[in-house]
């Protein structure tokens, strides 16, 4: 009973977060900027959040996780922190010798207001960013949105800084949104199996889920390279997946490089993988090759094959907000009733409309918080159980607690492995979250099941 | 290897022993900016230390981000309730941060402390606080008067420091707490055992050794901590600290007020241990047997686990390692735990340590091991390979640079999941690194059909 601090009775809580659902800005930040290549992440700040940042990061990938810090100090702290990052970029540069340098903001330095551009610039100015090297940032105020504002934010960042615009080529743009490495190499892999040229980015595969070679590299082989970034601005189209991670940078390249833009669920579960691909097929004026049909036609049958056992199991969803919408249709696809959503990420009212609008016939049953907490979504499981969960590795005290059957997914998972190489994006990705609900269902029903009823074959 | 180029200012927080010609290390200095260090903030240092106490609330006071990255990380366990292991946040936005956060952490505390009636509140400033100047202190002094529960300001405001200067909040807000609780049933021999947080159940351990030594526990600061326990604290006749850094403040304070004198005890390795007993035996010179009883328990338990010892030493003899991890005090105990199972270290350092503690680390250890202040993954990962360790001690970011290079590695932070303190946790300490030291996969590195 870990949880015997959850209270049944549900009162409205204005002034307190318990248990969150989200985490701050520059995680989120400090992620996208791995995501390209050579790219050290820079953190304006106390040394205390970059230190959390990359711990939790780590405790995520089980890879190393490299950035920096301002390090203020109380002086920084009153007169600003204008000399540390001049100081701090100057000695990354000598020291650590990255390509990049992604400097984002932390509650600290925004609250004291640091002109970010200013500083970089005068570095500029003072000589201390080297020939053919270059410095970026974004604002990532913590009071603000959570982590994956702070995606967002990054992702625009490289758009702002870097995009040209330039006579078209045939490329297409691929922004993957707030996902796992291998859900970022999956999106390719299906572009490039459609015979599409595309630039991704930013692009953690390779940098977060690294071989073991005997030898540490600071800078590993991945992410997407400045040169791909410039080029972007020509592209023939943009694909932004997720409104909350994705939009932001897409419609900033529209506006830069007039680059058209098609914002979309992220591609998670059947629907939203064929909105995909027909999307990248329309915009790059190519075929949907047979391997990829192959591949939804199997999925196809293999929901078919165990749709039995997935209709009308009550899911309860603790997760990020693009996360959130793109599961409940996948679920709903497979006949489940994804009835409980939370997300700690305020992420408005628009958001909570789309959501409710795809889940209007859950009728009464529907019960969604954004943002909210997983303390209150540990409430409504007192009120009412599930037959499923799903978030990340805080939801297992509930799962114990309430001993339902869960299903590891979305960000931070601290204690299983699988995220950094199985996508969950794509036709394969909804194939593996499917086995990996059913596992977990029919675990459970074998487990609670009589003897008589215990059969072999399912 | 290319050499790296070192941090021109940080050249005197490195010493490799075999180059450099006077021994003078720059340390107890805030990290460089722009420095990939391994360190982190005063608030991370306070919560180290008071977390711990498992009936108390512990509100963190500031944006989201800092009471979520530090939801129930730390192994620190609890024979009772598990309220400590929740994660409550006055998840400051922007209208707090312009208007500032005071009426929320008063409503937030409120409300709290009606739902868990805990026995006392620690309130967390966070960086954010200091600068949007709420008046924290005055929040939880009305708090307290309402309520009629002790609610304890933490200044851990993240830049005003080092983890360090945590530690030291931390202390002031427990002294604050020390002195208020009924003492008339407790012995003359007795003790509080300071810095010592229960990861792993090691708290459970070391107190069960005084107990059989006929010595009475009074409190645990911190681990498996009660509130009530803290306010009896002053009731002890000796305050026996661990670890250099954490809760000397508060043995120095309690001497001061109390004239409760101190000794400082490592728990970590053999023979640090049975010297802490011994020394902690020593001091009850009027308690006849006490001497004895010592001894036997020593005995018995080095009887109990030094067979497999001996075995383990067999195949680590000679074996290399480095050791990075935050207190000084640590380093100087796995250097001779190391040395029991045969290892030898190659490169010892701490987040942490002073000049003092790095003088003591020279001397400990070989003529060619290097020492390190503060380190980043470049200079770790090229000593490492330069030294040819074949096993890492160190944190959470430690590991899987350690793993990257082929090396074994041995969690002695918190992240560690076994008791390593006692008698009992060398073997845990032990049989983890042979494990690592000797597992396969680091050969499987080379394709070999
Ligand atoms: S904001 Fe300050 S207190 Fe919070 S994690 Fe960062 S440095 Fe530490
Ligand atoms: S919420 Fe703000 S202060 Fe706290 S860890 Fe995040 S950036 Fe740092």
């Given at each position: 009973?870990?949880?015997?601090?959850?209270?049944?009775?549900?009162?409205?809580?204005?002034?307190?977060?318990?248990?969150?659902?989200?985490?701050?800005?520059?995680?989120?930040?400090?992620?996208?900027?791995?995501?390209?290549?050579?790219?050290?992440?820079?953190?304006?700040?106390s040394q205390g959040?970059?230190a959390?940042?990359?711990?939790?990061?780590?405790?995520?990938?089980?890879?190393?996780?490299?950035?920096?810090t301002?390090a203020f100090t109380e002086g920084?702290?009153?007169?600003?922190?204008?000399?540390?990052?001049?100081?701090?970029?100057?000695?990354?540069?000598?020291?650590?010798?990255?390509?990049?340098?992604?400097?984002?903001?932390?509650?600290?330095?925004?609250?004291?207001?640091?002109?970010?551009?200013?500083?970089?610039?005068?570095?500029?100015?003072?000589?201390?960013?080297?020939?053919?090297?270059?410095?970026?940032?974004?604002?990532?105020?913590?009071?603000?949105?959570?982590?994956?504002?702070?995606?967002?934010?990054?992702?625009?960042?490289?758009?702002?800084?870097?995009?040209?615009?330039?006579?078209?080529?045939?490329?297409?743009?691929?922004?993957?949104?707030?996902?796992?490495?291998?859900?970022?190499?999956?999106?390719?892999?299906?572009?490039?199996?459609?015979?599409?040229?595309?630039?991704?980015?930013?692009?953690?595969?390779?940098?977060?889920?690294?071989?073991?070679?005997?030898?540490?590299?600071?800078?590993?082989?991945?992410?997407?390279?400045?040169?791909?970034?410039?080029?972007?601005?020509?592209?023939?189209?943009?694909?932004?997946?997720?409104?909350?991670?994705?939009?932001?940078?897409?419609?900033?390249?529209?506006?830069?490089?007039?680059?058209?833009?098609?914002?979309?669920?992220?591609?998670?579960?059947?629907?939203?993988?064929?909105?995909?691909?027909?999307?990248?097929?329309?915009?790059?004026?190519?075929?949907?090759?047979?391997?990829?049909?192959?591949?939804?036609?199997?999925?196809?049958?293999?929901?078919?094959?165990?749709?039995?056992?997935?209709?009308?199991?009550?899911?309860?969803?603790?997760?990020?907000?693009?996360?959130?919408?793109?599961?409940?249709?996948?679920?709903?696809?497979?006949?489940?009733?994804?009835?409980?959503?939370?997300?700690?990420?305020?992420?408005?009212?628009?958001?909570?409309?789309?959501?409710?609008?795809?889940?209007?016939?859950?009728?009464?049953?529907?019960?969604?918080?954004?943002?909210?907490?997983?303390?209150?979504?540990?409430?409504?499981?007192?009120?009412?159980?599930?037959?499923?969960?799903?978030?990340?590795?805080?939801?297992?005290?509930?799962?114990?607690?309430?001993?339902?059957?869960?299903?590891?997914?979305?960000?931070?998972?601290?204690?299983?492995?699988?995220?950094?190489?199985?996508?969950?994006?794509?036709?394969?990705?909804?194939?593996?979250?499917?086995?990996?609900?059913?596992?977990?269902?029919?675990?459970?029903?074998?487990?609670?099941?009589?003897?008589?009823?215990?059969?072999?074959?399912? | 290897?290319?050499?790296?180029?070192l941090l021109r200012e940080r050249e005197k927080q490195i010493f490799d022993k075999a180059g450099n010609g006077t021994f003078e290390m720059a340390c107890d200095r805030h990290s460089l900016a722009?420095s990939v260090s391994q360190r982190a903030c005063v608030f991370c240092g306070s919560r180290v230390v008071l977390?711990p106490?498992?009936?108390?609330?512990?509100?963190?006071?500031?944006?989201?981000?800092?009471?979520?990255?530090?939801?129930?990380?730390r192994?620190?366990?609890?024979?009772?309730?598990?309220?400590?292991?929740?994660?409550?946040?006055?998840?400051?936005?922007?209208?707090?941060?312009?208007?500032?956060?005071?009426?929320?952490?008063?409503?937030?505390?409120?409300?709290?402390?009606?739902?868990?009636?805990?026995?006392?509140?620690?309130?967390?400033?966070?960086?954010?606080?200091?600068?949007?100047?709420?008046?924290?202190?005055?929040?939880?002094?009305?708090?307290?008067?309402?309520?009629?529960?002790?609610?304890?300001?933490v200044h851990s405001e993240g830049f005003k420091g080092t983890k360090k200067d945590g530690y030291k909040a931390a202390c002031d807000a427990l002294f604050?707490?020390v002195?208020?609780?009924?003492?008339?049933?407790?012995?003359?021999?007795?003790i509080n055992i300071l810095g010592e947080f229960n990861i792993?159940?090691e708290a459970?351990?070391i107190?069960?050794y005084y107990?059989?030594?006929?010595?009475?526990?009074?409190?645990v600061l911190t681990g498996?901590?009660?509130?009530?326990?803290?306010?009896?604290a002053?009731?002890a006749t000796l305050n026996v600290v661990q670890c250099s850094g954490a809760m000397t403040f508060l043995a120095e304070q309690m001497k001061e007020r109390y004239g409760i004198p101190y000794i400082r005890a490592s728990y970590f390795g053999i023979e640090d241990t049975a010297q802490a007993l011994y020394d902690v035996a020593a001091h009850?010179?009027?308690?006849?047997?006490?001497?004895?009883?010592?001894?036997?328990?020593?005995?018995?338990?080095?009887?109990?686990?030094?067979?497999?010892?001996?075995?383990?030493?067999?195949?680590?003899?000679?074996?290399r390692a480095a050791v990075y991890v935050g207190g000084a005090f640590k380093v100087f105990s796995l250097i001779k735990a190391l040395r029991l199972i045969?290892m030898r270290v190659v490169l010892a350092g701490s987040q942490t340590g002073n000049a003092d503690d790095y003088a003591h680390m020279r001397a400990l250890c070989d003529p060619d091991t290097v020492i390190l202040d503060d380190a980043n993954p470049l200079e770790l990962s090229r000593f490492v390979?330069e030294k040819?360790a074949?096993l890492f001690i160190g944190g959470v970011k430690e590991?899987?640079?350690?793993?990257?290079?082929?090396?074994?590695?041995c969690d002695h932070n918190h992240?560690r999941?076994?008791?390593l303190a006692g008698?009992?946790g060398m073997?845990?300490f032990?049989?983890?690194v042979?494990?690592?030291?000797?597992?396969?996969?680091?050969?499987?590195?080379?394709?070999?059909?």
């Open positions: 009973m870990l949880l015997r601090h959850t209270n049944a009775e549900i009162k409205e809580r204005k002034a307190l977060t318990v248990n969150p659902a989200k985490t701050c800005q520059p995680i989120g930040a400090m992620y996208a900027a791995l995501g390209v290549h050579g790219c050290l992440p820079h953190s304006h700040g959040c970059y959390y940042h990359r711990s939790t990061l780590t405790r995520h990938y089980k890879e190393p996780v490299m950035a920096a301002s920084a702290s009153v007169f600003g922190g204008q000399a540390n990052l001049l100081q701090a970029i100057d000695n990354i540069f000598t020291v650590y010798e990255p390509e990049v340098i992604a400097v984002h903001t932390t509650c600290l330095s925004e609250t004291i207001g640091d002109d970010i551009p200013q500083i970089v610039n005068k570095a500029k100015a003072d000589g201390k960013i080297p020939e053919g090297k270059y410095v970026f940032h974004a604002n990532t105020p913590s009071y603000i949105g959570s982590h994956v504002t702070g995606f967002a934010n990054m992702t625009k960042a490289m758009v702002d800084y870097f995009a040209e615009s330039g006579p078209r080529s045939r490329t297409v743009n691929l922004i993957p949104g707030f996902v796992e490495p291998a859900d970022m190499a999956e999106i390719r892999r299906l572009a490039t199996g459609m015979g599409v040229a595309s630039i991704l980015f930013p692009d953690t595969a390779r940098v977060l889920n690294g071989p073991l070679t005997g030898k540490y590299r600071m800078f590993p082989e991945g992410g997407v390279t400045i040169d791909q970034l410039r080029q972007s601005g020509t592209s023939i189209g943009t694909i932004a997946l997720g409104v909350m991670a994705s939009a932001p940078a897409g419609l900033a390249m529209d506006s830069k490089c007039k680059v058209p833009c098609k914002v979309l669920n992220l591609p998670i579960g059947l629907h939203d993988t064929d909105l995909f691909v027909d999307t990248l097929r329309r915009m790059a004026g190519v075929n949907v090759p047979e391997t990829i049909d192959l591949e939804r036609g199997q999925l196809v049958d293999a929901i078919s094959d165990w749709h039995p056992y997935l209709h009308g199991k009550r899911v309860g969803l603790v997760g990020d907000p693009d996360q959130l919408l793109a599961l409940s249709r996948f679920l709903i696809a497979l006949d489940m009733r994804p009835v409980y959503l939370v997300t700690g990420s305020p992420a408005g009212k628009k958001f909570e409309e789309s959501l409710r609008d795809t889940l209007s016939d859950m009728g009464d049953d529907l019960r969604i918080a954004v943002p909210g907490d997983m303390y209150l979504f540990h409430q409504w499981i007192k009120d009412r159980p599930v037959d499923l969960l799903m978030g990340n590795t805080y939801m297992k005290y509930i799962a114990r607690d309430d001993d339902i059957p869960f299903v590891r997914c979305g960000f931070p998972i601290l204690d299983r492995m699988g995220h950094s190489y199985f996508p969950t994006v794509g036709y394969r990705g909804a194939l593996r979250l499917l086995e990996k609900m059913l596992d977990a269902l029919l675990d459970r029903k074998e487990r609670d099941s009589s003897d008589i009823e215990f059969e072999l074959v399912l | 290897m290319r050499t790296i180029p722009g977390y106490i498992a009936d108390a609330l512990h509100l963190v006071h500031g944006p989201i981000g800092c009471a979520a990255y530090t939801w129930d990380i192994g620190a366990l609890s024979s009772g309730p598990q309220l400590h292991r929740m994660s409550f946040s006055t998840d400051l936005g922007e209208r707090e941060v312009i208007f500032g956060g005071e009426p929320r952490l008063y409503k937030a505390l409120c409300e709290l402390i009606a739902t868990y009636r805990p026995k006392a509140a620690f309130v967390y400033s966070t960086c954010i606080v200091g600068i949007i100047g709420d008046d924290v202190a005055a929040v939880c002094r009305r708090v307290a008067r309402e309520q009629g529960i002790p609610v304890l300001p604050s707490l002195g208020t609780g009924d003492i008339t049933d407790i012995a003359a021999v007795s792993g159940g459970w351990m107190r069960q107990e059989r030594m006929g010595v009475q526990v009074v409190s498996d901590g009660r509130v009530d326990d803290v306010r009896r002053h009731g009850f010179p009027d308690d006849p047997g006490i001497r004895e009883r010592t001894e036997t328990l020593v005995r018995d338990e080095v009887a109990a686990v030094m067979p497999e010892l001996r075995h383990i030493r067999g195949d680590l003899e000679g074996k045969g390979i040819q074949d590991r899987p640079i350690a793993y990257k290079l082929g090396l074994g590695f992240e999941k076994t008791p008698f009992e073997l845990h032990a049989k983890e042979h494990l690592t030291v000797t597992s396969p996969v680091w050969a499987l590195l080379r394709r070999t059909p």
